[in-house]
């Protein structure tokens, strides 16, 4: 089991799904875990059940992500992992795609992980330690339907973490990406699960916690050799 003991974490997206689920694995290992997230109540509530921090926090602000790494930063005077968990799905095909869709997706999904990263690495570097892991998808490694800009982003994320890494590992801080298949979660709320699930050799979704416990294997010394690589963990379905 990974031992957190002392660390702080921040987690993006934290109100619910995959971002509340690795908060609960990363306090059992002992961390401090900020959530943050837009969904305010949902996050104060998430936040209150689990024992953790939360804090507003729109990632495709520069202002917001200022305020957070200032915030965690002064009052626990060190930021040991950053999971980029926060993002937004929008389906739609190509010749109906539109360019307000276009851009919120790349805010969120890709503009936020760069953001974050920039945000936290002085910190890091200064401490000469930390872990950053970015939630990409299999969308990360393959183009899906309907699903332009969502796929952009999460091939973005994955490059940017290979650059990242490169810049950040002489620092001793490690960056990688997590590609997660179909979690169940109320992002995929909506899928067309029965026939999705066809092409899944493990034949099932995941629950959060599994892409959770890849995730708190990276943030931790578990994960002490691994950088600017990509993990996946999707049953089996990008073979
Ligand atoms: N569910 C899946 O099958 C699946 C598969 C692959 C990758 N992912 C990725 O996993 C991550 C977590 O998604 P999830 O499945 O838990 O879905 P979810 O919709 O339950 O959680 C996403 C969270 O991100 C928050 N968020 C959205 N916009 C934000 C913003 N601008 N600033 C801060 N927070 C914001 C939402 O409020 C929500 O709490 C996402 O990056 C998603 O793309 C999900």
Redesign the pocket.
């Given at each position: 089991m990974a031992d957190m003991t002392g660390k702080v974490v921040i987690i993006?997206?934290g109100?619910?799904?995959?971002?509340a689920a690795e908060g609960q694995l990363f306090l059992d290992a002992g961390a401090t875990v900020v959530l943050?997230?837009?969904?305010d109540d949902?996050g104060e509530k998430t936040a209150g059940e689990l024992g953790a921090e939360f804090l507003h926090?729109?990632?495709?602000s520069e202002a917001d992500w200022a305020k957070v790494v200032d915030d965690v930063a002064g009052r626990h005077g060190r930021i040991d992992a950053l999971v980029n968990?926060?993002?937004?799905?929008h389906a739609a095909q190509l010749v109906n795609y539109q360019t307000e869709d276009w851009d919120r997706v790349i805010a969120?999904?890709q503009t936020?992980v760069f953001l974050g990263m920039r945000a936290v690495a002085p910190t890091m570097i200064e401490q000469k330690a930390g872990s950053i892991v970015n939630?990409s998808?299999?969308?990360g490694l393959e183009g899906i339907f309907g699903s332009m800009a969502y796929t952009a982003s999460k091939f973005a994320v994955r490059g940017m973490t290979k650059v990242a890494a490169k810049e950040l590992s002489p620092h001793n801080v490690r960056v990688n990406s997590v590609h997660?298949?179909?979690?169940d979660?109320?992002?995929?709320a909506d899928f067309p699960k029965e026939r999705m699930l066809r092409g899944v050799p493990l034949g099932r979704e995941a629950d959060?916690a599994e892409v959770g416990r890849m995730v708190l294997f990276l943030a931790s010394e578990d994960g002490s050799y691994c950088s600017g690589q990509e993990f996946v963990v999707d049953g089996g379905m990008h073979g």
């Open positions: 993006t997206g109100a619910r799904g995959q971002g943050t997230d837009v969904l949902e926090h729109d990632v495709s968990n926060a993002g937004i799905l969120i999904n936020g939630i998808s299999v969308a997660p298949g179909i979690i979660t109320v992002m995929t959060p």
